[in-house]
């Protein structure tokens, strides 16, 4: 029998999933984080149509705050979408880890792939969410963007009373270090293991694998993949978006 008579392996699929139940506190008060404008539509579609605009992606699941489900649904209608991309909404849960793990239970068989998305970082560009998936599809379980710091970072002993001096313990080697953005994009049963295995709280999906004391991977990030957090992240964002619209048209 010739190689030409078998059949040829099932694309990988790849599926995003955005939490994005959180109220985002340090914005202010108002609407959900990724429900706060930018440019005059929603942070949230900006996000989904980061991720579906990598042809890998077929399938983006968002997780929506708890009572919001319906709202997120309807704002997902009514926003142009590409239509190679199928778009699910689930309501979240109480933390972002419980919001994750109620988008991977939503994920229907055959995507291999699975990216996780702060709904917070409106304008990652789509080489990195690309970059991110070959990197999976050549064998990494987990892997994250990332940048070098621009600042020496230094560990300290946290103060006593909020706002006081807080001794420095050390100072870690700069250049060893990077500011991991997302998506973070893994092999899906990776994933879900290290979801049903660890219970304590952690900062991002990549940390649980970590505690599987499995290999984690860095990918280039981009500087225009930062996180929405605080109101003068929102100025910058604006202008990031001002610059697209001029040179590109976006």
Known sequence: MSD??????APVRTAAVIPAAG??????????KALRTLGGTPML????????ASRSVSLVVVVAPPDGAAEVKSLLDAHALPD??????????ETRQESVKLGLDALPPGHDIVLVHDAARPLVPVD?????????REGAQAVVPGLPLADTVKEVEPAAVPGGPEPV???????????????QGFDRATLLRAHETV???????????ERLGL??????????????TRPLDLVLAEAVLARRRLNDGY
Do not use: N, W
């Not at 030409?4 to 392996?9: E, F, I, Q, Y």
């Not at 313990?169 to 998506?183: D, F, K």
């Open 215 to 228: 290999t984690v991977v860095v990918v280039p990030g981009h500087e225009e993949a930062f996180k929405v």
């Open 23 to 32: 109220r985002g506190v340090r914005l202010g008060p108002g609407a959900p």
């Open 84 to 93: 190679r991309t199928d778009f699910v909404v689930v309501p979240g849960g």
């Open 128 to 136: 990195t969410v690309d970059a991110v998936i070959e990197a999976v």
């Open 169 to 183: 313990v050390a100072t870690p080697e700069r250049a060893r270090l990077r500011a991991v953005q997302t998506p």
């Open 199 to 209: 219970t304590d709280e952690v900062t991002d999906d990549a940390g649980m694998v």
């Open 45 to 52: 579609i900006h996000a989904v149509r980061a991720l579906a």
């Open 4 to 9: 030409d008579s078998l059949p040829a392996p």
